[in-house]
Every structure is written in structure tokens, then in C-alpha cells.
């Protein structure tokens, strides 16, 4: 069974500061997608990282992609209240299963 | 607006009962998923169904059943319901069964509650 660990599991910052999460596991995916949701609402996907040691950006939000293909991180430069959320990763297997991390949820304060 | 339709967006209904919750994909998505969410359990994948066939299978109780339909669209039904079934619901869609890179897209959920 493949599993996904998500690190920290809760997460309080003032706005303006900087934050990593992390997402973690033993298996090899072939992508990886973080997904934001908001209370009430189904999961955005926010991006989708193919390749081993991939980086994107949007905006103030930078997304890793492990080099093993395992791992990914998520920075977020200078957080607004706008980000607040529930962070979730989700790893795409070769048969092309969607495996969910338990998320990170982030709140930021004004 | 991720174009995944759900309804109903709020059910309430007592312990015993049968609920069906209703998805249609977005337009030209072949692929339909059935997701649970509750607080404890996180997203919890149920089933996968593509072009009306089921494709793999994840924590879906017994008492839960699915299927697509010709037109695409899908329906969770949940049987002889438990305190425990209260939960959110997704049903998500993607375009491809395979491919590096699919992306599924989400509904806005089912939120129900068991009494």
C-alpha cells in the first residue's frame, strides 16, 4: 500500500513569514499534485510536478519535486490570510491511482 | 468552478436509511472518482469508475455501491447508513484513464449527516 505522510499536520503563522511543507513517502510516483481546499469546498489542484527535481512557481508559492520521485515540498513566501487551507499532496502512481496525503492545514493570522 | 456537478450539497437523513448522491463529470471526462472526507479519516479514495466501467477500488464499505452511466454521469449509494457515514463526499473527474500528469478535478461535495 502505498501511503503518503504530510508534515506539519497543523500549521499557525503570523502573515509575512515564510513556511515548508513537506510531503513524503517510500513509494516512487510518477507525478505529484498538491491540492488546496478551503472549508466546505472539494480540493483546487494548485500544480502537478512530473519530473524528478522539478521546481514550479505561481506566484508566492514554490512547489519541489524530489529527485527519487518521492518527495515534494511546498514553500509559500510572505503568507496572506488568503492562504489558509488545507494543503493536500497526491501521488500519481504508474497505474495511475491518485494516493492522498492527510494534509496540512495552515492558518494564517492578519 | 471545477465543471463537477454534485447533488444533492446537503443531505441529512436517520441511522438505516438509503441515499443516493449524484455526480456529473466535467464535459469530455471519461474518468469519474468517489472520495470520502471526514475529519478523522482525511480523503479517503472509494472507487473509480472509467467510460462505465468500474477501474479499481479503494475503502468502500459493502454497503456502498456505484456506477456510471452511458451519458458519464455517476451515482454513490449508501445503504443501511451509520452515525459513522456522516461525512463529506467528493466525486472528482479527469480526462484519461493513463498518462503522466492527469489531473482530476473536484466537486464541490456531498455533505452528509447520519442521525
Known amino acids: 500500500t502505498q501511503l503518503l505522510e504530510q508534515s506539519p499536520q497543523f500549521l499557525s503563522i503570523q502573515e509575512g513569514e515564510n513556511l515548508t511543507v513537506y510531503c513524503n513517502s517510500s513509494s516512487v510516483f510518477s507525478s505529484l499534485q498538491w491540492y488546496r481546499q478551503e472549508p466546505g469546498e472539494g480540493p483546487v489542484l494548485l500544480v502537478t510536478v512530473v519530473t524528478g527535481g522539478e521546481v514550479k512557481k505561481l506566484k508566492r508559492l514554490t512547489f519541489q519535486f524530489g529527485d527519487a520521485r518521492k518527495d515534494s515540498s511546498l514553500h509559500i513566501t510572505a503568507a496572506q490570510p488568503g492562504d489558509t487551507g488545507l494543503y493536500l499532496c497526491a501521488g500519481v502512481n504508474y497505474g495511475q491511482n491518485f494516493v492522498f496525503g492527510p494534509g496540512t492545514r495552515l492558518s494564517v493570522l492578519p | 468552478d471545477s465543471g463537477v456537478t454534485q447533488t444533492p450539497k446537503h443531505l441529512i437523513t436517520a441511522t438505516g436509511q438509503r441515499v443516493t448522491l449524484r455526480c456529473s463529470p466535467r464535459?469530455?471526462?471519461?474518468?469519474v472518482y468517489w472520495y470520502q472526507q471526514s475529519l478523522d479519516q482525511g480523503l479517503q479514495f472509494l472507487i473509480q469508475?472509467?467510460?462505465?466501467?468500474?477501474?479499481a477500488k479503494g475503502n468502500i464499505l459493502e454497503r456502498f455501491s456505484a456506477q456510471q452511466f452511458p451519458d458519464l454521469h455517476s451515482e454513490l449509494n449508501l445503504s443501511s447508513l451509520e452515525l459513522g457515514d456522516s461525512a463529506l463526499y467528493f466525486c472528482?473527474?479527469?480526462?484519461?484513464?493513463?498518462?503522466?500528469?492527469?489531473?482530476?478535478?473536484f466537486g464541490e461535495g456531498s455533505w452528509l449527516t447520519v442521525v
Open positions: 464535459s469530455g471526462d471519461l474518468s
Open positions: 469508475y472509467y467510460n462505465g466501467e468500474e477501474r
Open positions: 472528482a473527474s479527469s480526462v484519461e484513464l493513463r498518462g503522466s500528469g492527469n489531473t482530476i478535478y
